[in-house]
């Protein structure tokens, strides 16, 4: 399998000179193609950082992190700009879809910005809302769709670009666990059909059982790594939550 | 407490809405300095008409008065829902409407006492430069002048009054919502424009409208100019549906452009193009009538400011055109039987009061003749209106060409021959070529007269130059000289005085008032002065220039602030949807050229019409001056216009940039 993420000894420093907090400390893990990896930890425990440093909307204070081969850190503004739009795709908490915008507007987004041509934009845009099931909603806006209409077309805005990597955080976090299940179910779906490669933050255990493999964070470093392998996913949430126990139980266990 | 929360929330708002602060305490000032003219010592002393020079004012206050309240309410209603989650939240801590009404009343009055406040101090200085301006234009020596402690209270007054107005509706508002409506309303977002292509039909009709009412505008203006006419009621019909087309065309195009161009799928699939495009569409299709709004009143500013400086132009040429010699005499009539007035001061008495004055450098002296018959009369369209007055009048060739010569045209020469010179230019369409008038005897011929325009000081239609011999039997009518002055400064004081010993009491048939055909006795003056009539001139260019500078400023100032404050207001919103365009993979170079094109189309979409009225507006000056024959003032008018339109987009351009460079400080995100 192609190697796809890699994050060697990754430290990132926030702070001026007399108060300097370590949010990640020497972090060092791979992701390879087609894998679905969640990051859980507690609050403070360098999740969302590093998501930040990884989809370079920051930067590491030291340390080497390649997508696709690609350094991050010798890149230039420009050249990040074109890198976040061509290799990365994302999916946030608060969904992230442009108020003014309709849905298939949003969605087809980050083709616009590369400059697609239209035939292109309308089959991509064929395939993504069929494969997650917003094709009757591409005329709304987002205030008149539910919040998991709204997350599921943030997904779709994500794989659009059929980018090396799709980074959630928390994409869970505003949603029921109706809503919830149903979100995960479209990652493992996009994961496994789609081929899509996820890179998911959440504190939520049950959400980190869709994943194939799960690294506990704990002061921005690597504390714990669990791989569901075959299991089922009833016996991978039943580990997951053991470690979270042993990791202090600051996780939310439902 | 409310105060002390008051104090700090007019804080806040201050420092993020510093340009439509400014631009309030400027209008402020602008009231200020306007209101000190109205009531200003100096003008009152040395203006020859203060009183329409004040009223004219007074009316232009009350005019800007309203629009600012309109305007301000609408920006203080808009400012208030940018607040509404704030004041839900008040509502949820415990406070009721009263302690909300309250507090939102100690902002204003707060707002109202800053806006003043800076407004005054500001406006002690610009009410020096109008008056530096006024003077200069009526070309009197510029002082420091005197503030009126009148016109300090009339601009409280109005500042106050223009607030409480403006805060009214908010208050109103404030009274009625529900705390749900405060707290979740702002999370509505709006849709876009359904039939756009309807709107772009109406807009492209309004236009039309638009092109038509200029023209019907033109055509009014050349018929009251060509007939002398002063009902101007259907000019003003005109320049309303010039106004409401454009208020009109504004919110169609607000609403069917975008709109159009969302429809185009090839084209918005560009980059940042639909982004933008939406961007835009929500914020006209919000705000369309404002926008229209705002259009009219800077159509308004334009034409206001080119017509004021066309004015200076057109009142300078006619003055050298009407007054060609410094002092003008008409000998007056005595009641019926047209003899010359025994009361009138003889022109001996008379010349030598003027050389108390200033030496006499050249007299020309001419008569009008008449039989007493309308024989030339029967050719125009008074034929036979049985107007005892209207009889034909005279010139003998030798005192026409004493005239003119000085004046630059070269002596004529006529055999057996006539010619009209017209006053009136409906008249000039009267043909005479078929007259054959019998004069002592002898019959004359119909000739062209030799120059287009000689204007001369007579208040008649026209008159009949013919050879010397041709008046040897007629009586002459009146008496006329013209008086060139050796010193060429002014002393008004003087000249008053001048005018004062030529005035004499007299008794006059009351031709035109209530009791028409009386005697009445009144105070008779036989000679015109040009310089009188210059300052007269000057007066009214001073205040016309000055009154439409006044309201052209308030209101392009207006204009920019409501612009600026809507574009700033919008910056939260703006940084988020900005920030993700910058997490898809937007570098900062797009994104501020995508935020250009967004305030740019924002900030001139309700100015390019309005300044392209600069054409117009210019076109139809030079051709109805080309009609008063001022040709050679074309060019002026010209550059006068492109001036306006040059200065208005160059203050237009610094409001955008600024609002464009703090806009761009807020959103942009680097990585």
Redesign the interface.
């Known amino acids: 399998m192609n190697q796809i993420l890699s994050l060697k000894n990754v430290t990132k420093y926030y702070g001026s000179k007399t108060v300097v907090t370590k949010a990640l400390d020497g972090l060092s893990f791979d992701v390879t193609e087609g894998e679905f990896t969640a990051i859980m930890g507690a609050s403070g425990s360098g999740k969302s950082t590093l998501l930040n440093v990884i989809s370079t909307i920051d930067r590491a204070s030291s340390g080497e992190i390649t997508i696709r081969g690609q350094e991050l850190a010798r890149m230039k503004e420009n050249k990040l700009s074109d890198f976040r739009r061509d290799q990365l795709g994302f999916v946030f908490q608060d969904y992230n879809l442009l108020d003014t915008l309709t849905i298939e507007e949003n969605i087809v987004l980050p083709l616009n910005l590369r400059r697609e041509s239209l035939e292109k934009t309308q089959q991509a845009l064929q395939r993504v809302s069929a494969a997650l099931g917003v094709e009757k909603l591409l005329n709304r806006f987002p205030y008149e769709i539910s919040g998991g209409q709204r997350q599921r077309a943030a997904c779709a805005r994500a794989i659009i670009t059929n980018p090396a990597l799709v980074l959630a955080d928390e994409p869970t976090g505003a949603l029921d666990s109706k809503n919830s299940r149903l979100l995960m179910e479209t990652f493992q779906m996009m994961n496994q059909t789609l081929h899509s490669t996820i890179l998911l933050v959440t504190h939520d255990p049950v959400v980190g059982s869709y994943a194939g493999r799960i690294l506990f964070l704990k002061d921005g470093k690597i504390w714990s790594e669990l791989y569901r392998g075959d299991r089922s996913r009833a016996e991978f949430h039943r580990e997951i939550l053991s470690v979270t126990s042993a990791l202090g139980g600051e996780c939310d266990v439902y | 407490m409310f105060t002390k929360l008051a104090v700090r929330n007019v804080r806040r708002q201050m420092g993020n809405y510093l340009i439509y602060f400014m631009t309030v305490a400027f209008t402020v000032a602008l009231l200020f300095a306007v209101n000190n003219i109205t009531y200003s010592k100096e003008l009152q002393a040395l203006a020859k008409d203060y009183d329409s020079m004040s009223d004219m004012l007074t009316v232009e206050t009350v005019f800007v008065f309203l629009i600012v309240s309109f305007l301000l309410s609408y920006t203080t209603s808009f400012m208030l829902k940018l607040r509404k989650r704030e004041f839900g939240t008040y509502l949820t801590l415990g406070m009721n409407r009263r302690n909300i009404l309250t507090l939102f009343l100690c902002e204003t009055l707060l707002l109202c006492g800053v806006a003043l406040g800076v407004g005054i101090l500001m406006g002690l200085a610009i009410f020096q430069c109008f008056m530096a301006l006024i003077m200069k234009l009526m070309e009197m020596p510029v002082v420091v002048s005197g503030y009126s402690p009148k016109g300090l209270r009339l601009t409280v007054i109005l500042v106050v009054s223009i607030f409480f107005v403006s805060s009214l509706g908010s208050a109103l508002y404030l009274k009625r919502v529900s705390i749900y409506n405060l707290i979740h309303g702002e999370?509505?977002?709006?849709?876009?424009v359904r039939n756009p292509g309807t709107w772009l039909l109406l807009a492209l009709l309004a236009l039309a409208f638009l092109l038509f009412h200029i023209w019907g505008i033109y055509e009014e203006m050349k018929r009251l100019l060509l007939t002398n006419a002063s009902d101007t009621s259907d000019l003003l019909q005109k320049i309303c549906l010039l106004a409401a087309s454009l208020v009109v065309l504004h919110i169609a195009a607000a609403r069917g452009i975008v709109g159009l161009l969302l429809k185009n799928?090839?084209r918005?699939?560009?980059?940042?193009?639909?982004?933008l495009w939406?961007?835009l569409?929500?914020s006209l299709t919000a705000n369309s009538v404002l926008l229209g709004i705002m259009a009219a009143l800077l159509g308004f500013s334009v034409i206001c400011a080119d017509t004021s400086f066309i004015d200076k132009i057109l009142e300078e040429e006619a003055l050298r055109r009407d007054f060609p010699y410094d002092i003008m005499y008409a000998s007056s009539l005595s009641g019926a039987g047209y003899v010359q007035n025994p009361d009138a001061i003889s022109q001996e008495a008379a010349e030598e009061a003027i050389e108390t004055y200033a030496d006499i450098e050249s007299c020309h002296r001419y008569a009008l003749y008449t039989t007493g018959e309308s024989f030339f009369y029967s050719f125009t369209r008074y034929a036979g209106t049985g107007d005892n007055l209207l009889h034909d009048y005279y010139m003998k060739l030798s005192d026409f060409n004493e005239y003119i010569q000085p004046l630059g045209y070269e002596s004529v020469t006529l055999d057996d021959e006539f010619f009209v010179v017209v006053n009136d230019r409906e008249m000039a369409k009267t043909d005479w070529s078929k007259a054959r008038p019998m004069l002592n005897g002898k019959e004359y011929h119909y000739t062209a007269a030799p120059y287009e325009e000689y204007k001369i000081f007579q208040y008649i239609f026209f008159f009949v130059v013919v050879p010397d011999e041709a008046v040897l039997q007629m009586h002459a009518e009146s008496d006329f000289a013209f008086y060139n002055l050796v010193d060429g400064s002014y002393d008004l004081d003087s000249l008053k005085k001048l005018q004062q010993e030529l005035t004499y009491r007299t008794t006059v048939i009351d031709e035109f008032a209530f009791g028409a055909g009386e005697e009445i006795e009144k105070e008779v003056c036989d000679y015109s002065f040009c310089e009188f009539s210059r300052q007269e001139r000057l007066e009214t260019v001073a205040i016309v220039v000055v009154g439409a500078m006044y309201l052209a400023a308030i209101f392009l100032l207006m204009v920019m602030a409501i612009l600026a404050l809507k574009t700033l207001s919008n910056l939260p919103d703006d940084k988020k949807?900005y920030r993700?365009?910058?997490?898809?993979?937007?570098?900062?170079?797009?994104q501020s050229r995508t935020l250009f094109r967004q305030i740019f189309s924002f900030f001139f979409l309700p100015f390019a019409v309005p300044i392209l009225l600069s054409v117009p507006t210019a076109l139809i000056a030079a051709r109805l001056m080309q009609m008063c024959d001022f040709a050679d003032q074309v060019g002026k008018i010209y550059l006068i216009a492109a001036s306006v339109a040059a200065v208005m987009t160059l203050i237009y351009v610094l409001y955008f940039t600024a609002t464009y460079l703090i806009a761009k400080r807020n959103v942009i995100c680097?990585?």
């Open positions: 999370k509505k977002t709006e849709k876009g799928k090839r918005k699939s560009r980059g940042t193009n639909t982004f939406r961007q569409s929500s949807r993700l365009l910058a997490n898809l993979g937007t570098g900062t170079r797009e680097s990585d």
